[in-house]
């Protein structure tokens, strides 16, 4: 009978482990391969409210299968949108093979008559580990991604700012460059104003040279007509 019982514990071990309990709500976990963003929309251009890491436990609220999205309710409270290919209907592989490295543990103090089954049960960890491991492997190739993401995107916005410096002082430039041009223009109308003024001085001062000359002219021979 005891060997029985030990068999059913395990086996009951075994079930709890790779079988999700039913609740009244959808449980899905954020998945193993990276670090996932819980957004306010369900797209990809909506402001990120948080960094879910792998494993992260999430309520489903609601499905958008047209944009790929499902929104979700942390443990906090805390609710937004994340990719649907993001989320798992089983823990991570990390969670799964701590709670499979404690449950080994347990059985390992069990007698003989649960052996095999422990046999089994070490087979399926050290695969569930090597799946991590390239798991880990495979997050780390995109963590280091993600961060040459961040760096070129920190590097676009630096030099939008840049842009925008240059943009106001070209703007500025030209405003002087205005203002100079109108500056010139105004210059201009008056050189041509006095050119004007001062031609019409030369012709009017030629003008009263030939009404004074004649006249002068006439004078002296009248001086001279007198003295004969």
Known sequence: MM????VALLVGLICSAFYPTFVSAETRYVSDQ????????PTLGHAILRMLKSGTALEVLEHDT???HTRVKTSSGLEGWV????????PDARTQVDKMAKQISSAVTQEGSVRAQL?????????TKKRLLTLEGENKRLTEQLDSIRKTSANAIAID???????DKLSITEERFNGLQ???SE??????KDWFFAGALVLLGGVALGLILPLLTRKKRSRYGSFE
């Open 182 to 184: 109108q500056r010139n």
């Open 187 to 192: 210059l201009e109308d008056h050189r041509q």
């Open 66 to 68: 047209e944009n790929g």
């Open 119 to 127: 046999n089994a049960m070490k087979d399926e960890y050290e695969g």
């Open 83 to 90: 990719l649907s290919r993001y989320l798992m209907t089983e």
């Open 34 to 41: 990276l670090e996932t963003t819980l957004r306010r929309g």
């Open 161 to 167: 700012k840049e842009n925008k410096k240059l943009q």
């Open 3 to 6: 060997k029985y019982k030990y």
